[in-house]
T-cell receptor, first 116, second 117 residues
Framework: AQSVAQPEDQVKVAEGNPLTVKCTYS??????LFWYVQYPNRGLQFLLK??????LVKGSYGFEAEFNKSQTSFHLKKPSALVSDSALYFC??????????????FGTGTLLAVQP | GAVVSQHPSRVICKSGTSVKIECRSL??????MFWYRQFPKQSLMLMAT?????????EQGVEKDKFLINHASLTLSTLTVTSAHPEDSSFYIC?????????????FGQGTRLTVV
């Protein structure tokens, strides 16, 4: 079955320190992987994606993620965290199922708290 | 990036009434839109896939007669929560892709906070 796992409910880092938000996936075939961020009472904003090519993907607001096929991971990273990065982060995988295309399956979300 | 607009952002309704939520793609045509539901501190759960000009495809466990989806044009999909009950209170989010633009990511509306009293 297709699935996405975010093992950490919450990540706390100090401002200026590097941050990592973890994501692992299980999907048949080649995955399309995404990271989204959600601020309170708002929809999701796209951060970055991996489709093919270079395993290191750079996205919005200084975020990047590394696709690791052997570990089936797609961890989100940022070299220097900002307080304004505090939000809920979702990893997602897109797959085709039963003729229905482009379904996005989301992880459970990780709440990032960046402390001043 | 492509813009998806969702309306209203917040609605309070009485138990037993129906509520309609609109999802519009403002600068692109979306043959497919998706409706999600999000409970507090939980992930997004896909409710249904809305296809322009045809019936929506509902996920297992989602009542199609309760959550009516209409996708009458390439820029508008609506979700109607019929005979709403307090347990339907939730955050509803729509999304759409713009395949004609060559992008693969989905764009999301701002979400609708539904409270049934």
């Amino acid at each position: 079955a297709q699935s996405v796992a975010q093992p950490e409910d919450q990540v706390k880092v100090a401002e200026g320190n590097p941050l990592t938000v973890k994501c692992t996936y299980s999907v048949s075939g080649n995955p399309y992987l995404f990271w989204y961020v959600q601020y309170p009472n708002r929809g999701l904003q796209f951060l970055l994606k991996y489709i093919t090519g270079d395993n290191l993907v750079k996205g919005s607001y200084g975020f990047e993620a590394e696709f690791n096929k052997s570990q089936t991971s797609f961890h989100l990273k940022k070299p220097s965290a900002l307080v304004s990065d505090s939000a809920l982060y979702f990893c997602a995988v897109r797959f085709t199922s039963g003729g229905a295309t482009n379904k996005l399956i989301f992880g459970t979300g990780t709440l990032l708290a960046v402390q001043p | 990036g492509a813009v998806v607009s969702q309306h209203p952002s917040r609605v309070i309704c009485k138990s037993g009434t129906s509520v309609k939520i609109e999802c519009r793609s403002l600068d692109f045509q979306a043959t497919t839109m998706f409706w999600y539901r999000q409970f507090p501190k939980q992930s997004l759960m896909l409710m249904a896939t809305s296809n322009e000009g045809s019936k929506a495809t509902y996920e297992q466990g989602v009542e199609k007669d309760k959550f009516l989806i209409n996708h009458a044009s390439l820029t508008l999909s609506t979700l109607t929560v019929t005979s709403a009950h307090p347990e339907d209170s939730s955050f509803y989010i729509c999304s759409a892709r713009a395949p004609a633009s060559g992008t693969t990511e989905a764009f999301f509306g701002q979400g609708t906070r539904l409270t049934v009293v």
